[in-house]
Nanobody
Framework: QVQLVESGGGLVQAGGSLRLSCAAS????????MGWYRQAPGKQRELVAV???????NYADSVKDRFTISRDNGKITVYLQMNSLKPEDTAVYYC?????????????WGQGTQVTVSS
């Protein structure tokens, strides 16, 4: 059974930094994309950043130049370094991965980690 477990959320003042981590475990044969989504109260879940197996990255316009996504394929872990945080970054952040845990590729999600940025 595949699991994605996030860590690193918390409360930070505006302008501060946080680093999120997400480790995948279980029966995993191969991984394509890994990434982060977020959902603020009353809003739809939105893409924050994604990184492909080849290392290509894509970011939401709202986080470009402030957030950096990276991955460690040996540890099956994806990271999100968040700098210059703003109150509007407050949300539950979900880790995501498209991976093959058996016969086909499937989207797996973590349980979410709360990030709160105070003004």
């Amino acid at each position: 059974q595949v699991q994605l477990v996030e860590s690193g959320g918390g409360l930070v003042q505006a302008g501060g930094s946080l680093r999120l981590s997400c480790a995948a475990s279980g029966r995993i044969f191969s991984i394509r994309d890994m990434g982060w989504y977020r959902q603020a109260p009353g809003k739809q879940r939105e893409l924050v950043a994604v990184i492909t197996s080849g290392g290509s990255t894509n970011y939401a316009d709202s986080v470009k130049d402030r957030f950096t996504i990276s991955r460690d394929n040996g540890k099956i872990t994806v990271y999100l370094q968040m700098n210059s945080l703003k109150p509007e970054d407050t949300a539950v952040y979900y880790c995501y991965s498209n991976l093959n845990g058996g016969s086909y590729y499937y989207d797996y999600w973590g349980q979410g980690t709360q990030v709160t940025v105070s003004s």
